[in-house]
């Protein structure tokens, strides 16, 4: 709750005005230019090189210089270069503020998850900046102004409360980062958004669905050799979650004589990824392995964070390390297949040898993604199912820190969410979207339903435009596989546990009067487990941007 003082207040929102930051992917004024170079590959038939998202603004100059769209989807990438209005060597300062007021209809918002609440609300205030040289070094801020999660409210507006006067969350600083590019090496190295995968919803890594992580990471460039190497540090304090399920008591009694040695507060926990890829014209290959590793005394050792190495081979243990595949293949211009596949363990009981108690434990997504652009509407379309295994992202109870859990803290805790995939251990679910959208003043429409991958091409249009989104989800849940409580080991009894299943179909109407407002609806209809629900999201967006070049 917040009960400081009226000065400590005003210091709070000076800072809001002072400091900014990088859109989430749910902004209805979206500037994902990603999505736009990657647009403009998908049209000419070529696969997107790579899988690790954000693009610098160079790394995009770069991907658009080396793509010769054909007459027919020319407009897309000059629509593209002209979104990233990319000037070597010029100084360039970005400011944006979004204000995006919304109000929910349904009757247990209280119920939500930390997940669904970021999934499913928007922060009432984005501030973003960034300032540096085209091609040089960057200095980008993202600060929002988020209502407290624990407070139960059908609006995203702070509004006072009985001894809350200004009830949003006091950990509003959500990037602030620096970028230094190189030819071959660049570096990026502060509290930034991460996304590994082909996929644009989902990953078997760290995703877009994270709010931020504070990390450094490396990106190296070899002719059609990419190369990303990530190390972050994830917050140790203990969840709610794992309050609730006991988590600290099972650490005390598992651990050690010295307790003091490895519990939650006291150990660093490290999430390290290195990821490599290699795209050819239509079809790109990516393998990569993710460690998270938090050891009694804070013991590590440099091989834990070697860029080219292999963690398993080396076996410095303990780590809950696993091995992840992926693909994308540019089937057609618009139309591209992808799967992530990933290995956190292999029995080989499987080949008749004898090992472990642990299964094999494996998750995969599979999709593919549609979009067209003609004279008419902007069609974009997606399919994608994906599962995991019971024990995914699980491990060993005493170095239970390891477990693929992320954490935030909150004005009314610490709230957790699942590290490596959208859904936690034991998930099935697919996905489809499809989406539409008109312009009145230039053609095709620069955005369509929030979601959707045509929601997020950067630009806008120049006169009115209209967007509708359509959207189903099934999910099916293990009920007793989580991250929290599930044992480490192979179990008929969870395996067999009765399973939760929700079905949500949701619209979404947009209308923009001009280019820097916007209003939507987004009606849901909800089926959790034979029980019929609904909920729907009113909201209104303004932005004011402005770009100098000092």
């Not at 300032?131 to 624990?150: C, F, H, I, N, S």
């Not at 806008?460 to 849940?477: H, Q, T, W």
């Amino acid at each position: 709750m917040f009960t400081r003082s009226t000065p400590v207040l005003l210091l709070t929102l000076f800072a809001l005005a002072a400091t900014s930051p990088l859109a989430r992917s749910q902004d209805l004024f979206s500037d994902d230019l990603d999505t736009g170079v990657r647009d403009a590959y998908g049209e000419t038939g070529r696969v997107f090189p790579t899988a690790v998202f954000p693009r610098s603004r160079d790394s995009l100059h770069r991907l658009l210089e080396d793509l010769h769209p054909s007459s027919g989807s020319r407009r897309s990438a000059e629509r593209a270069a002209a979104a990233l209005d990319f000037r070597e060597g010029d100084l360039r300062l970005l400011i944006d503020l979004d204000l995006q007021p919304e109000t929910y209809l349904e009757a247990n918002r209280e119920d939500l998850s930390f997940l669904e609440s970021l999934e499913r609300e928007e922060p009432l205030l984005r501030f973003k900046t960034a300032y540096g040289v085209d091609g040089g070094p960057q200095l980008v801020t993202q600060t929002v102004l988020q209502r407290e999660y624990d407070v139960e409210l059908p609006t995203n507006i702070p509004l006072p409360a009985d001894g809350n006067p200004a009830p949003f969350e006091n950990n509003f600083i959500y990037t602030g980062y620096l970028y230094v590019p190189g030819d071959y090496l660049s570096t990026t190295f502060g509290r930034q958004q991460v996304h590994f995968g082909p996929s644009s919803r989902s990953s078997l890594m760290a995703s877009d669905r994270l709010p931020y992580l504070d990390a450094a990471r490396v990106s190296l460039t070899l002719g059609r050799l990419r190369m990303t190497h990530l190390v972050s540090t994830i917050d140790n304090t203990a969840s709610d979650a794992e309050i609730d399920a006991g988590m600290p008591e099972v650490l005390a009694d598992t651990v050690w004589e010295h307790a003091d040695q490895y519990a939650y507060g006291k150990n660093i926990i490290f999430y390290n990824v290195h990821y490599f890829e290699y795209a050819w014209d239509r079809l790109r290959l990516g393998i990569g392995g993710q460690m998270l590793i938090s050891r009694p005394m804070n013991h590590f050792q440099l091989g834990d964070f070697f860029p080219v190495f292999s963690w398993h081979n080396a076996d410095i243990v303990p780590n809950n390390m696993c091995l992840v595949l992926d693909a994308s293949y540019a089937a057609a211009p618009g139309l591209e297949v992808y799967t992530q596949v990933g290995l956190d363990d292999v029995s080989a009981e499987t080949f008749g040898i004898a090992d472990s108690e642990l299964p094999t434990i494996p998750a995969y997504i599979a999709g593919m993604r549609y979009r067209r652009e003609a004279d008419g509407p902007a069609l974009s379309a997606l399919l994608e199912v994906g599962h995991t295994h019971y024990l995914w992202g699980n491990f060993h109870e005493e170095f239970l820190l390891s477990r693929a859990i992320y954490r935030q803290n909150t004005d009314a805790g610490s709230e957790s969410m699942p590290l490596t995939s959208p859904y936690g251990p034991g998930a099935l679910w697919a996905l489809v979207e499809t989406s539409a959208g008109w312009d009145a003043g230039s053609g095709p429409a620069a955005g369509a339903a929030r979601g959707s991958d045509a929601g997020r091409r950067p630009g806008a249009a120049r006169g009115p435009s209209f967007d509708l989104g359509l959207s189903y989800l099934i999910r099916v849940e293990n009920t007793r596989a989580n991250l929290y409580s599930t044992p480490y080991r192979a179990s008929e009894h969870v395996e067999s546990a009765p399973r939760r299943v929700l079905h949500r179909v949701a619209l979404r109407p947009v209308y923009r009067p001009v280019p820097t407002m916007g209003i939507y609806a987004e009606p849901a209809l909800l089926v959790d487990d034979g029980e019929l629900g609904f909920e729907a999201t009113l909201g209104f967006a303004w932005r004011f941007s402005r770009v100098s070049r000092p």
